[in-house]
């Protein structure tokens, strides 16, 4: 395993190294909070940091696994197009923003606008998540063991919200539906790939778009 | 953006090192704003006693008349553009009233039992050496270093604001409403100093709490009163307090511990702070006030 000491290495080196490796395990130490750690990288390789992250931790990312032993702070795999990022404390705001595709697993709580403006990634929160999660979704799901807070999922487009717990309230146009045979697979799927013991695919509720605003309704004229 | 961090000590062996602590935290913090920095320290004056802690441009000139006007009524220490007067508890009236009438080149940062404030132009790392404030001891205390939107880049528009004895406020967001409710609060008889929001902020919280209200109480009105986008740090002559709006864009980290509660901006600022590994450490809820001995 190669290891980088965030208090000797520059930031900028070890992102330059990790994005060019191709394959092989790497161990970053002392992240001291950096901002923007793990981000752009392309290959299937393996990333452990030791301690907490700032800004932007594995945004961007492609195939890499990067496993973080410590919270992260906002925008946490914003716009991960493929690979896992996987949180063993909480996230900051927009962790999963615009993410296009793979694996976000926070075992703690996520707060304001996880996966806001989410393209296809999953999501799943061990914990709860923060108000404003999941505004104007497009595809990809979320699943949350805890509780959300308010206006979940405002503005929805077709991504999927499971949670297990309350919601304090569901934004504009989302609403709940129903848990067919096909949702509770995807959500045994979800909780096997981010390691969620102790719950079971019943005990979830899923919320989506009423598609109430995706054509504009006569009806509303005078309000403009 | 702007920068925020502060520090309430539990542990009274830490207050020797309040000022370096606090200190690495802003420094740590200073590419979050490059406009200019400030740190309150609170520190007890000796019994009977208060601090006035006042500003010049013309350090060398004023300071001396200031000297020499107040005829002994002050110990004076000096540090940099500021200068600390420590009176009789029954003369901080008189010596105000002297400054403001016959001193026009001094400014008065702060004055109360306990609190001292520091802030100038420049990077939190010139303006911590400049007032040697890592040298200094107390029990709590507040930094900011600033990118300025709301007012122009001076002393009087940095942060900490202090609108009333021991009081001191910072922020990090910009407040919408504040043209009004200073209106508001200029009819009520409150004087401001700046065109700044966040001395809006300062007085509103001043004014709640000269009227009967406790800090949380204060932090609480204000969530119905202020709009905008906040996150404040507020200090008073024993208290510690910190909240967000509700919307809860600007970033906050809290970290306690058995010897201290510590807040940053960004979980940087507290890196190097002793036993943080072990801290709790959480962000904290929208429109949620926390509070520590008020």
Redesign the interface.
């Known amino acids: 395993m190669t290891e980088f000491d965030l208090t000797s290495a520059t930031l900028r080196e070890m992102n330059s190294s990790l994005q060019d490796a191709t394959s092989g395990a790497y161990s970053i130490v002392n992240p001291r909070g950096a901002h923007a750690i793990a981000c752009g990288l392309k290959s299937e390789i393996d990333v452990t940091i030791a301690g907490s992250t700032g800004y932007y931790c594995a945004g961007m990312n492609q195939l890499a696994r990067v496993h973080v032993n410590g919270s992260v702070g906002p925008g946490a795999a914003e716009n991960m197009m493929s690979g896992k990022l996987i949180v063993e404390g909480d996230a900051s705001q927009y962790c999963g923003a615009t993410a296009h595709g793979g694996t976000l697993v926070v075992k703690g709580n996520a707060s304001s606008r996880c996966g806001i403006s989410m393209k296809g990634v999953d999501i799943v929160v061990h914990g709860n998540i923060g108000h404003m999660s999941a505004f104007m979704a497009q595809s990809g799901n979320l699943l949350v063991c805890g509780d959300a807070g308010d206006a979940l999922g405002d503005s929805l487009y077709e991504a999927r919200l499971f949670v297990k717990g309350a919601v304090k309230s569901l934004g504009a146009d989302c609403n709940e539906k129903e848990m067919r045979a096909e949702h509770l697979e995807i959500v045994a799927n979800l909780l096997e790939r981010g390691e969620v013991a102790g719950a079971k695919p019943e005990d979830f509720k899923r919320y989506g778009s009423a598609r109430q605003l995706y054509n504009f309704n006569i009806d509303n004229v005078s309000a403009y | 953006m702007c920068g925020i961090v502060g520090l309430y000590l539990k542990d009274e062996a830490l207050k020797p090192q309040l000022g370096r602590l606090l200190s690495d935290m802003l420094v740590t913090m200073s590419n979050r704003g490059p406009d200019s920095a400030g740190i309150a320290i609170y520190s007890d004056a000796p019994e009977g006693r208060a601090k006035i802690t006042v500003q010049s441009d013309e350090a060398d000139s004023a300071f001396g008349v200031l000297e020499h006007a107040l005829n002994g009524k002050a110990h004076i220490t000096r540090r940099d553009s500021h200068v600390v007067l420590e009176v009789a508890a029954d003369d901080v009236a008189l010596v105000r009233a002297e400054i403001e009438a016959n001193h026009p080149a001094v400014r008065i940062m702060s004055s109360g039992e306990t609190v001292e404030i520091y802030k100038e132009v420049g990077l939190p790392a010139d303006v911590v050496d400049r007032f040697e404030v890592r040298q200094m001891s107390g029990s709590h205390g507040v930094g900011h270093t600033r990118m300025a939107t709301e007012s122009a880049v001076t002393t009087l528009g940095a942060h900490p604001f202090s609108t009333d004895e021991d009081q001191c406020l910072v922020h990090n967001g910009s407040l919408s409403n504040h043209n009004r409710l200073r209106q508001k609060l200029q009819q009520e008889g409150v004087k401001f100093e700046t065109e700044n929001d966040t001395e809006v902020g300062a007085a509103y919280f001043a004014e709640k709490m000269r009227k009967g209200a406790s800090l949380d109480e204060a932090l609480e009105a204000g969530i119905t009163d202020l709009d905008g986008f906040y996150t404040f740090v507020c200090g008073t002559k024993g208290g510690f307090a910190v909240v967000r709006d509700p919307?809860?864009?600007k970033?906050a980290v809290l970290a306690e511990t058995d010897q201290y509660v510590a807040f940053g901006s960004?979980?940087?600022?507290?890196?190097n702070l002793p036993g943080i590994k072990d801290a709790r450490?959480?962000?904290p809820?929208?429109a949620t006030v926390y509070s520590w001995g008020v």
């Open positions: 919307i809860a864009c970033p960004e979980y940087r600022a507290l890196v450490v959480w962000e809820e929208p």
